[in-house]
């Protein structure tokens, strides 16, 4: 290539090379990079890089063989520089937002591996240890988890990132009418406040229901006395259930959820929140569109966007329809826009994401 590109600019004088080069620098500067230079994307941004990455997917220009669920190896968090050098000079605050993929006991339990089935079973020691693993290679100040048990295995979460480094003393636990799965989040600051939403049931068809997982409802206090609102969610999955429809359940709890977040707007629109979970739908559909909110409203929120070290923005993948997806979000309030530090957001990597999690951690970096 630089062969080439010398042979090109032979014939050039020297001045006009100069001012080749001058035209290629502003020209560059002039474009920019979607999410880089702490400067949120715009939403046309985002979803201009997802168009493209669904064109890819379709020409299989990045067929899903590349991320088929490698070989159960020893964790290795892919940590750039500028992880390094946010750790070190303190950012604002490091937020983890991570679906742990069943960290509980289960009535029966499928492992993939051996093809067995256990009763009564928690989950396996070699997965626990990756989902710790590529966490604390995150090193984050708050840890919002999904699918988690009971408050003991949370506590047990804790213990285990506290042995590897990472110390997050402040806890906080809650859930819906699901009674196996759970919402919580650990943070190194102090929890200064909880809150719960009042309406937490909806109706289909004459019927009521009560939002699964909950909405956990947390603010963190950072040393700066800057306050952080926490919202986490796990809306309903995609399997199907025999007394509603999947999707219109889930478009209910959506809509839970966006009640929920004009409350806190209502009391306070200047309100640093952070919006995050297993949404188990894609960006374009009605329960993301509920979620996020009127288009540049103050009341809307913006989906950090995020990707991995390849440029793909899929975090959870479905292995019994094989398909890869975009389904965990880190959004944010407008308060919070300029407080992103876009190049060092990211979906984690590991080599052995799969044993830890069928979903991807997503990492927030704020100053």
Known sequence: MQHCVGSLFAPLKSGAILLVTCLLAFSCREKGTAGMGGTLPTREQVDSEEAVRRAGE?????????????????AMTVVSGADKEATSKGAGLRFVGYNLANWLVLGERYDEETKKSGKNAPKPEDEKKAVVAVVAGAKPDVFGVCEIGTKDDLIDVQTRLKAAGIDLPHLHYTGGVDPTRHLGLLSRFPIVGTAKPTDTTYQIGGKDYGIQRGILDATVKTPDGRLWRCVG????????????????????????LRRHLDEIFKADPAVRLIAYGDYNDTRMTNPLKIVQGPYNSPRALMPIALKDSRGEFWT??????????RIDFIMVSEAMRKDVINDQCRILE????KTASDHRPLLGVFR
């Open 316 to 325: 959870h993948y479905w292995g019994r329809e094989d398909v890869y997806s």
């Open 58 to 74: 379709k020409n299989n220009s990045r067929g899903p063989e590349k991320c088929d669920p490698p070989a159960r190896t020893e």
């Open 350 to 353: 590991a080599k052995d994401w």
């Open 233 to 256: 969610v796990h809306l309903k999955s995609k399997r199907e259930v025999e007394d509603g429809d999947q999707n219109e359940m889930r478009t209910r709890e959506a809509e839970l």
